[in-house]
DNA sequence: TGTTTGTGAAAGTTTATGATTGAAAAATAA
DNA sequence: TTATTTTTCAATCATAAACTTTCACAAACA
């Protein structure tokens, strides 16, 4: 393979992923280890990533996060995939409202190929919107660090100036009785405009979410598209009162 | 196969893969390597491609630019510390507003021992003041991605909702008649809003910008203080126009 | 027919690669 | 904690692949 290649490879997969190991490059390029240590290097030398021990990542203020050997979070396979069915939503130039959050920014890698303008509350997804000049607008607001998003009440005023075609969201708990629900009651704010701002509402959430509750309501069942996967025995009691785009992972 | 068909056949290679191998089109084209490689000189010479080793690829923005830490490098030196001096006039629980580039940037580590709150349209500020949890707010708006700040209708309806105590600037001229210049008109308005909104207005600047005129106007030289280093020659003109505060370096 | 342009093969040079090494760093066990 | 085992690391080297240059031949053109 091709070292511009082999390059253009490794700085997509960081892009998405935020992290690589070698393994992983490895396995993909089939090129010897030697090699990827050498593209590493180089790619590092033009401050396109940071080599930390086992591979390389994005992210210079995350060097400190303990979390480098991938998350054992058992739900990031499906997490992309239903974010990948959701990007097929996204007609060219729509408007569309970005949530913070992973499940989310799952998704962004997946707009880069479509005209569409984005605004967002999630800081984390710059950098994939900036690497592929995609319009973007941030609501403004104060800056909670340890979730990277953007909340309170300058944000609020900031969405109200727009309208979206769509809108993406992320939930943490669903429930018949108690509809989608969300911890800080600062997100569940703008998620609620968000849906009123929008023609067509979307929420992200894997099966786990389901018949959960959290602490903060923003949005009755019926108000939003549930896109989630695959879980026949849950789904059921759902199913006569929201619309459902399951995801089969 | 007639040269021009080659040629055609290999752009279009190109846009389908984003890179090709010397290989590939010999497959293809049933042309001996030779040929090929003059293919792709000619080609280059059109700015059609770029030649790698092992073949050629389209994409020339991913191999450079690393925009950002590469203007800082210029007159590092100076401006570090322009912005340390600037730093030192920030009192405990002042309310500051940072202004985005580079300049500026040098000042955020000299803030994070002491309690202030920043309000900046500067995107690279973020990281280190989330590393040290300095209360943050962001302007919203649109994101200028070359220079990762925001711009543009919603930044200044967001500044509009604050006040500040201090406000810090960079600008790129400094001129007897022409005041305080800057190239882009969008952030020139955010300067000169900032400046209204604040008590007191800070300008920083290197001593390369002295007698220097750029496109947009923001503010007289008698509406803010300067910070700049030193260069009595030039600095004798501005002395009775304006407060300046003259860094050794 | 002679001239120009394009082609392919061969020579020698440069660059990229993968295997191997001992040292260093994490992970694990005690 | 300390001692151990395992993994990862940087450096080296021989080999393979790709590179440039040159030259002779063939096709296209007047």
Redesign the pocket.
């Known amino acids: 393979?091709l070292?511009a290649k082999r390059h253009q490879l490794i700085e997509d997969l960081l892009l998405k992923k935020q992290t690589v190991t070698?393994?992983e490059i490895m396995e993909l390029t089939k090129?010897?280890e030697?090699?990827i240590?050498?593209d590493l290097?180089e790619l590092e030398k033009k401050n396109k990533l940071i080599?930390v021990?086992?591979?390389a990542t994005l992210h210079h203020s995350k060097s400190e996060e303990p979390s480098f050997?991938e998350k054992a979070s058992k739900y990031v396979f499906e997490k992309k995939a239903i974010a990948e069915t959701a990007a097929l939503l996204v007609q060219p130039n729509d408007c569309i409202y970005l949530d913070a959050g992973t499940t989310i920014y799952e998704m962004v890698p997946h707009l880069t190929s479509k005209e569409v303008t984005v605004v967002t509350n999630g800081l984390t997804h710059l950098d994939i919107l900036s690497k592929y000049k995609i319009n973007t607008y941030l609501l403004g607001g104060f800056v909670k660090h340890n979730t990277r998003a953007l909340v309170g009440h300058g944000a609020q005023v900031s969405m109200r100036k727009y309208r979206f075609d769509k809108c993406f969201l992320g939930a943490n708990g669903i429930h018949t009785s108690y509809g989608f629900t969300t911890p800080d009651p600062e997100e569940a704010l703008l998620k609620n405009m968000a849906i009123e701002l929008s023609q067509d509402a979307f929420i992200l959430a894997d099966r786990s979410k389901l018949n959960q509750t959290s602490f903060t309501k923003f949005a009755e069942l019926n108000e939003a598209t549930l896109i989630t996967n695959d879980d026949h025995a849950n789904l059921a009691a759902y199913e006569n009162k929201m619309n459902i785009k399951v995801v089969s992972t």
Chains 1, 2 share one sequence.
């Open positions: 393979m070292t070698i393994q090129a010897s030697s090699t240590r050498r290097s080599r021990h086992g591979g050997p």
